[in-house]
């Protein structure tokens, strides 16, 4: 197919998506929680035909020799439909952010200004391998009153096209126009680029996947994008600090699961302190097979412990390496955390009320904790529900994006006659 | 001069710019209020200096055989320099935007999560000719704790210059670090360019100028970018509406100030009330000398008026004239915005409830009126005090900006030891 073919069927997507849209901004709140419950029964009800799909899948896995542990994460089983299925219905039953009364202020000229939260309109989701993400995407995006246009990858697209089918006809039987959920009907690198030019019909973009495709879609989007590059997320031991807890906090930080972004990547060890810490952690560490990476300070009191290179301060391992520096006080730890961090998740470990003021003040990241494990920077954890994932920017959202977080907001100003 | 050596300058300017926001961030808002008003003093003090400088630019302008009414946009004088001044000392007795609450939540384990108002750190604004800009703006962006980074116009180069330099100063006689106020001193697109792709100093780049300047900024910057690409207002009449306020409405709307954003460009009119309307209409805007393009039904009704073409839906004018087409009810104008307009700024006037319901609904702009003119979406106007332009953006913010959204916000979680 020539790139303009495809622009056409784009074209024809972007329409239809629009107009879905307007229908959905309108819809009452109880209307769209009966769309996202008879949705997660349409799944349900027709796990024969997504799981014939997704056997497709996984047949065209195993011939291109995809490892197994991929493979497992491609399957999608009646359990883990089930589970599909209810996180839908959960989504369903959250508070609509949709209608929300941001503010209200009546001017001295008798103009009442309202703003109040509106859908984006249409919302593009770019992702990779798990299916299961096609209906949390379309979930959450419905939630807020958004039409979602899908690009899945290329592992999943027989599994992703008939969940989005029954997904947007599904949307069909609750009265909403064709396009509240379409999936874009190739996975190749061109359509993407297309795709990314959308913004005629696309308000927004969110890649969800490794930086290398995150760093693509922000390099070729014309329409504003939500992102998470990497989570370089540290913890501070300060001076004086309660060792029990912050030697279980830095163990649940960077043990629990060491694979996602919020977990530990980076520890800073006030100098005062190491000699009677750095022992304790090194034998909780090496206890869960954790590989430390210091400088020389740290390696001087860890025999075992290896040098680190300027690299590994940039590093986000997901794996069970740890870096460690030591530091003069909590200003270098800030001054660090701020030169190599990714603006996620860093916290300060310490019972010293002034450290602990300087370090959430100054430390310039989404989140930032007081003894507590980085690894709750989550929208559930965080009490928002459902998640479309944690944001590193600073525009618009900063650190977990629920629902509020695809909503942006209208000014409506009610008037008698007022002129300027 | 290469643009490698380009690069280690704005490099330099990257750095200071960022030092000088952690200190800022972490201002107190009367040693923020302090430093604003002491730049005014400093402004009205050295004006000799800064008509010195402007004078150059004047004669320049001149030399460049730029026309009457830009030279005297440029022009500064004793006047305008007070101007300037007054400018800085209403927007450093506003309220402070940075640390505002925005949410707190305690979590079923005892986690507290604040959601509290930060600076972006680091702005740049991108402008044309106006010099006082760089004082307005420098402004703004220091009240919400952000260091600024300013790229002007070549024709304001030397008074601009001079302008930034006693900001800076200023600042640094208020104990900040040198870095709050630096303007770029190259004004060729090269430098604005390499400007551009320092997201790792600079963290939302504002543009205000021309379509072409924005489309060219937006295109190549790395960082995010807020912006207003142009307003194409529209107002509806509906069948029902108080004839003689809706009459006022439009002449103020088109009339008051034509080449500003948020003045009318398309009026629809409910074919019902057309009859009725449309004479009184043309007597009102013949007489102040606005040139009228229509479709056939509103021609047949005005005989001066011009045949419109699809373009004249599609443009801003920024003079007096103004396009109408005739519409069949409230959902073809609806249509007719959301297709044509620029989401900036659009009415309705009317009597009938539900078709206001279903127009403030249904339009997808960033301010949308009943029974007012166009001309109040300003800042001043929404009682935001000073205003940094108007986003017709959906991500972070929408209409007026003033402060408030200059700002962006992070978690702090504080704990006793929690682990997940």
Request: proline share 4%; with cysteine; aromatic share 4%.
């Given at each position: ?13 972007g329409k ?12 009452p709140?109880e209307?769209k ?21 997704n056997?497709?899948?996984?047949i ?12 497992d ?20 039953a959250?508070?609509d952010?949709?209608?929300?009364i941001?503010?209200e202020?009546i001017r001295?000229n008798?103009l ?12 593009g989701?770019?992702y990779?391998a798990?299916p299961?993400v096609?209906a949390?995407a379309?979930g959450?995006c419905i939630?807020a009153?958004?039409?979602?246009i899908l690009?899945g990858?290329?592992e999943a ?11 947007n ?7 909403l126009?064709d396009?509240?959920?379409q ?9 993407v ?5 959308m ?8 890649p969800r ?8 879609v922000?390099?070729?989007a ?6 998470h590059?990497?989570?370089v997320c ?5 001076s004086?600090c ?11 930080a960077k043990?629990s699961?060491?694979a ?10 006030d100098?005062?302190i190491?000699?009677e810490?750095?022992p304790?952690l ?9 590989e ?6 740290f390696c ?10 300027e690299?590994d301060?940039?590093a ?8 460690v520096k ?15 961090g990714s603006?996620?998740s ?5 019972l ?5 003021e300087?370090f ?10 007081v ?5 709750f920077?989550d929208?559930?954890e965080f009490?928002?529900g459902?998640?479309i ?6 525009l618009?959202?900063?650190g ?7 909503t942006?907001?209208k000014?409506?100003v009610?008037g ?5």
């Open positions: 197919m020539t790139s303009v073919e495809m622009n056409l069927i784009l074209e024809e997507i239809k998506a629009r107009r879905a849209s307007a229908s959905l901004a309108v819809l709140p209307a929680q009966l769309c996202l419950e008879s949705m997660a029964d349409a799944l349900e009800n027709r796990k024969a035909e997504i799981m014939r799909a056997s497709v899948d996984i065209n896995a195993g011939n291109n020799g995809m490892d197994e542990a991929k493979i994460r491609l399957k999608l089983d009646e359990v883990r439909i089930k589970a599909m299925a209810d996180g839908l219905r959960q989504v369903a959250q508070h952010p949709v209608g929300r941001i503010s202020n001295p008798g009442k200004i309202t703003k109040i939260a509106v859908p984006f309109g249409v919302v989701i770019i990779e798990r299961n096609t949390d379309a959450i939630k009153g958004n039409a979602v690009r990858g290329k697209f027989e599994s992703n096209s008939v969940i989005a089918a029954i997904l006809e599904s949307a069909g039987a609750s009265g126009p396009g509240v959920v999936l874009i009907p190739w996975t190749d690198r061109e359509a680029k297309l795709m990314l030019k913004d005629k019909y696309i308000d927004l973009v969110i996947g490794g930086e290398s495709l995150i760093r693509t922000v390099a070729e014309t329409m504003p994008v939500l992102k590059y990497k989570g540290h913890l501070f031991v300060d004086s309660d060792v029990k807890k912050a030697l279980d906090i830095i163990v649940n043990c699961r060491p996602v972004c919020n977990a530990l990547e980076t520890l800073l060890i100098r005062s190491a000699p810490f750095v304790l090194a034998e909780k560490l090496s206890a869960r097979k954790v430390l990476r210091g400088d020389d300070e001087a009191l860890v025999p075992q412990a290896k040098k680190a290179t690299d301060y940039y986000e391992y997901l794996s069970l390496i740890l870096a030591t530091v003069g006080a909590v200003e270098e730890a800030v001054e660090h955390i701020n030169t190599y603006r996620h860093d916290g300060i470990l310490s010293i009320p002034e450290d602990i300087y959430t003040r100054n430390v310039d990241s989404s989140t930032v904790y003894n507590a494990s980085t690894r920077t929208g559930g009490g928002m459902a998640e994932g944690i944001s590193t920017d600073k618009h959202a900063r977990p994006m629920g629902t509020d977080e695809l942006t907001y000014y409506i009610l008698d006659g007022q002129i300027r």
